[in-house]
């Protein structure tokens, strides 16, 4: 239903655009039904990637109503309309999203391996995303990390892909709003219960980031010097080391240079060094780091277990982080429906059961622990994900996420991810270690 042909839109009315992080996920649950397909749909986000060799988190639709999403590209316009930005610059946004992309085009190529596909046609593919995603890896690396500190910097909520989470609370409440357009929200419309979904408070000073990085056009160095929110992203820095890890394999497939490979192996043990910067024995966790306040933000959320997601952890941290993450502070909590973790925990005081990203379970989230615990061994908790997980979808459908307490599906019901991770998870073989850490 949601697939328009060369790329498949989030949802049918919630999310009427192409989502970058999503259309990784997405493209791993194609894999398994069409690699041509699968391929296309990163080759096609790809077609937009600016100059710099960002990828923008949105692509628009041109046939969507204007009034379908806001802000939409209208919104952007200004910002995009620059030398460095997307061939199409009308077509984008303006920020980016978790770097899942790497890994999703190294899981087309195992499935393709696996099938016994045409790895001709496959090898073709990887030679020509392989430069589109070394260029991306390197933007995250540079602009969006100066310090060489191996954790890449976001500039907004929505780059982090878990836009409202009590992770942001304290440097947008430092947030002073200036003058700006009105807007009409119109998610709002999308939902019965407004509680789902950001507050007001929350989205004016999403908006307002959003006009300070227009008015920059921007100019990485000037968002650097004057933006005031820029925050060390576990989450997405534990990603992409993984994704360096798959890009390094993706590399020697395709005869890539050796200084390119010495690169990324760099770039790989930098990250490592970087997020075992954010540990925080106090709290158990790995916590973002506010660069404008010099602090840890001190939350329990399922980002705070990201390092697993980067692999090769210390064996007592990983199995300490496992007790963590099944215990009464997440997926252990008596009053859960099932036993799978919240986005935030409820012992959190951020936490907000029926709030997008401040309480619900997501699908994608339990994908993505169940992978990195599959590759690192802790194959009887991912079993667990994964069986927990399908029930869910069999009983409940395909909702964006989920109440915890009585498992109510909420945001979008017909959401495009997690239709891909049901696809993978049937898929796989629940006994086997998916993806397994080669490096150790």
């Not at 949105?58 to 460095?84: L, R």
């Not at 069986?387 to 869910?392: D, F, S, T, V």
């Not at 395909?398 to 009585?406: H, R, T």
């Amino acid at each position: 239903m949601n697939d328009m042909g060369g790329w498949t839109r989030a949802s049918p009315d919630l999310y009427p655009h192409q989502w970058s992080w999503d259309s990784a996920f997405i493209a791993i649950g194609l894999a398994h039904l069409d690699i041509r397909r699968a391929a296309r749909e990163i080759e096609g986000l790809f077609a937009h990637q600016w100059k710099t060799g960002k990828v923008p988190h949105i692509v628009f639709d041109d046939h969507a109503p204007p009034e379908s999403y806001f802000p939409g590209p209208e919104h952007w316009s200004s910002a995009c309309n620059f030398p460095d930005s997307a061939p199409d610059p009308s077509s984008t946004s303006a920020l980016c999203q978790p770097p899942v992309h790497a890994i999703a085009v190294r899981h087309i190529w195992r499935v393709a391996e696996r099938r016994g596909s045409d790895m001709e046609e496959v090898d073709g593919f990887l030679k020509r995303i392989y430069p589109a995603l070394l260029s991306w890896h390197r933007y995250l690396l540079t602009c969006r990390d100066p310090e060489e500190s191996g954790l890449v910097t976001i500039y907004h909520p929505w780059e982090s892909g878990t836009d409202n989470s009590p992770r942001w609370d304290r440097p947008m409440e430092r947030l002073e709003v200036g003058e700006m357009p009105g807007f009409v929200r119109q998610d709002l419309q999308h939902v019965e219960d407004p509680s789902e979904r950001p507050t007001d408070f929350q989205y004016e000073r999403y908006l307002w980031l959003v006009e300070l990085i227009k008015r920059t056009r921007c100019d990485e160095d000037a968002i650097y010097d004057t933006h005031p929110f820029l925050v060390k992203d576990v989450l997405a820095s534990a990603i992409l080391v993984a994704a360096n890890e798959a890009l390094l394999e993706i590399a020697v497939r395709v005869g890539a240079e050796e200084g390119e490979r010495e690169v990324l192996e760099t770039w790989i043990s930098r990250g490592r060094r970087g997020l075992e910067g954010c540990w925080d024995p106090d709290w158990g966790l790995y916590l973002d780091y506010d660069l404008r306040a010099g602090e840890l933000l001190p939350t329990r959320t399922v980002a705070g277990f990201a390092p697993v997601v980067s692999g090769k952890l210390d064996p007592g941290r990983l199995e300490a982080l496992v007790a963590r993450l099944q215990s009464s502070e997440f997926a252990g909590h008596p009053r859960l429906c099932r036993s799978l973790p919240p986005s935030t925990s409820p012992e959190d005081l951020g936490f907000e059961r029926r709030s997008y990203w401040r309480g619900p379970v997501w699908p994608v989230m339990n994908w993505l622990l169940w992978w990195a615990l599959g590759r690192a061994g802790q194959t009887k908790a991912a079993g667990r994900l994964r069986l927990e997980g399908l029930e869910q979808l069999d009983e409940r459908g395909f909702g964006e996420y989920f109440e915890p307490f009585v498992d109510e599906p909420l945001g979008s019901l017909y959401q495009s991810w997690t239709a891909a991770v049901a696809l993978d998870w049937l898929y796989a073989d629940p006994l086997a270690v998916h993806e397994p850490d080669r490096q150790g």
